[in-house]
């Protein structure tokens, strides 16, 4: 699954956040300055981030189960991090 997200947030704090989110669940494997790969027992997660039009970052975050999976729910609740972090009036909502 691929899942995209758009932020006002710096790609070297998305980076960082990254680290600080999958690092204690998910081994590193792969570490490049715009990617981040993660694996585990779950199975995998890919986080790339690129600058996009002046102030934007594109976030993407891509696994390697298929859609509800464990993995695919981590990815939700980072993209739910991120945006948390850009905007901390943002309310969460969802079961993921």
Same mark, same amino acid.
């Given at each position: #699954?691929?899942? @995209?997200?758009? $932020?006002?947030?710096?790609?070297? &704090?998305? #980076?960082? %956040?990254?680290?600080?989110? @999958? ?8 570490? &490049?300055?715009?990617?981040?790969? @993660? &694996? =585990?027992?779950? =199975?995998?997660? &890919?986080? $790339? ?8 970052? *594109?976030?993407? *975050?891509? $696994?390697? +189960?298929?859609?509800?999976? %464990? !993995?695919?729910?981590? !990815?939700?609740? @980072? *993209? $739910?991090?991120?945006?948390? *972090?850009?905007?901390? !009036?943002? +309310?969460?909502? =969802?079961?993921?």
């Amino acid at each position: #699954m691929k899942y @995209f997200h758009r $932020t006002h947030l710096a790609p070297d &704090a998305v #980076m960082t %956040e990254a680290n600080r989110y @999958f690092g204690p669940r998910l081994a590193p494997t792969e570490e &490049a300055p715009r990617r981040r790969r @993660f &694996a =585990g027992t779950i =199975g995998q997660v &890919a986080v $790339t981030v690129q600058a996009e039009g002046g102030h934007y970052t *594109l976030v993407t *975050l891509e $696994t390697n +189960q298929p859609g509800e999976s %464990e !993995a695919d729910r981590l !990815a939700k609740r @980072f *993209l $739910t991090r991120i945006h948390t *972090l850009a905007d901390p !009036a943002h +309310q969460p909502r =969802g079961a993921y």
